[in-house]
């Protein structure tokens, strides 16, 4: 009987800390007031789906630290990085591939 718990105790404490850990490998670098502003930003004039798409990609591809530098430069239109506009043109792209919602998104 003692077994038992001793197993069910091991096996609870194990699923608890498996959990904790994998929380912590799936945030990002990006703080979560940051991620909120870009999907209401995206939001404004695309749907969920493409948002959800764009926003993962772009915290995919450009870290943190670097998007705090290019935030002003976008919002002011002034990006002027051929390699982050080239970026920036795919991720558009692949994520308007995606289906719409009469299509079931």
């Known amino acids: 009987m003692k077994i038992?718990?001793?197993?069910?105790?091991l096996v609870i404490?194990?699923?608890?800390?498996l959990?904790?850990?994998s929380n912590e490998t799936e945030s990002?670098?990006?703080?979560?007031?940051?991620t909120k502003d870009m999907y209401e930003l995206c939001l404004v004039t695309h749907r969920y789906g493409y948002c959800k798409c764009y926003v993962?990609?772009?915290?995919k591809n450009i870290p943190y630290d670097r998007h705090?530098?290019?935030k002003p430069k976008i919002d002011?239109?002034?990006l002027d990085d051929p390699e982050i506009l080239e970026l920036l043109l795919d991720i558009d792209?692949?994520?308007?591939?995606?289906?719409t919602s009469e299509q079931g998104w």
């Open 68 to 70: 705090v530098i290019l």
């Open 93 to 99: 792209k692949n994520c308007k591939r995606l289906p």
């Open 19 to 21: 959990f904790a850990c």
């Open 4 to 9: 038992k718990s001793f197993i069910k105790i």
């Open 76 to 78: 002011e239109g002034k």
């Open 13 to 17: 404490t194990l699923s608890v800390f």
């Open 56 to 59: 993962d990609n772009w915290q």
């Open 28 to 34: 990002s670098d990006y703080p979560e007031e940051v």
